[in-house]
């Protein structure tokens, strides 16, 4: 098992209401990616930050925002949540002596009623 | 921008054959393909990476191939295990570019028989 961990594990939420998910990345990594994996489909990209800053999105709204802290974990924040928000969301810590090598987290399953 | 298709995506084999997934990419920047097995519920694992600079990686019974002028890779998996089961997702990334982020195909479930 990677040292990525996230958290919660799994959280509900209503249409509109705004989530904050949390992931702590593995000893010795800058960066933290965010994806988005629905239901039978490979994860997609959302940002990546490294060393505090943004360093790329992909094609999400900008009701999707992070930020990432000093010691390197990150958060993702989702406003106005959609019912097509549903998804399991990972992050994944790289940089260091992994160099490109990206290591997931178990992941936090959102649901959106 | 990067674009990866995998095939195939079902993929039934007896114990002890091997398997084969393919996968192509757009991006010509591309330099780097990692292979990630995602066991039902659990988070995708790397298994084996490969950078564009190699034609052939091997890991016990895992290699990957990569042909840099067609555009493809490959993962082989030999003498297939039930533990082997899983979606098997490939990856391209332009490492050092001004997104390190992965472009991931839509996976290959990988039923193995005993």
């Known amino acids: 098992e990677t040292g990525v961990t996230q958290s919660p594990t799994h959280l509900i939420k209503t249409r509109g209401q705004q989530v904050t998910l949390r992931c702590s990345s593995q000893?010795?990594?800058?960066?933290v990616s965010w994806y988005q994996q629905a239901l039978g489909q490979g994860p997609q990209f959302i940002f990546q930050?490294?060393?505090?800053?943004?360093?790329g999105r992909g094609n999400f709204p900008p009701r999707f925002s992070g930020l990432q802290f000093p010691n390197y974990s990150s958060e993702l924040n989702v406003n106005a949540l959609e019912l097509d928000d549903s998804a399991l969301y990972l992050c994944a810590s790289s940089g260091g002596t992994s160099g490109e090598t990206q290591y997931f987290g178990p992941g936090t399953r959102l649901l959106v009623l | 921008g990067e674009n990866v298709e995998q095939h195939p995506s079902t993929l039934s084999v007896q114990e002890g054959d091997s398997a084969v997934i393919k996968c192509t990419y757009s991006d010509s920047a591309s330099n780097y393909f990692p292979w990630y097995k995602q066991e039902l519920g659990k988070r995708p694992q790397l298994i084996i990476d490969?950078?564009?600079?190699?034609g052939e990686k091997k890991d016990q019974r895992i290699a990957v191939t990569l042909n840099k002028t067609a555009k493809h890779f490959s993962l082989h998996i030999t003498e297939t295990q039930p533990e082997d089961s899983a979606v098997y997702f490939c990856?391209?990334?332009?490492?050092?570019?001004?997104?390190?982020?992965?472009?991931f195909g839509k996976g290959t479930k990988l039923s193995v028989k005993p």
């Open positions: 990856a391209a990334n332009h490492y050092g570019g001004s997104q390190g982020n992965l472009i």
């Open positions: 000893s010795g990594h800058n960066t």
């Open positions: 930050y490294y060393r505090e800053e943004e360093n």
């Open positions: 490969i950078r564009s600079n190699v």
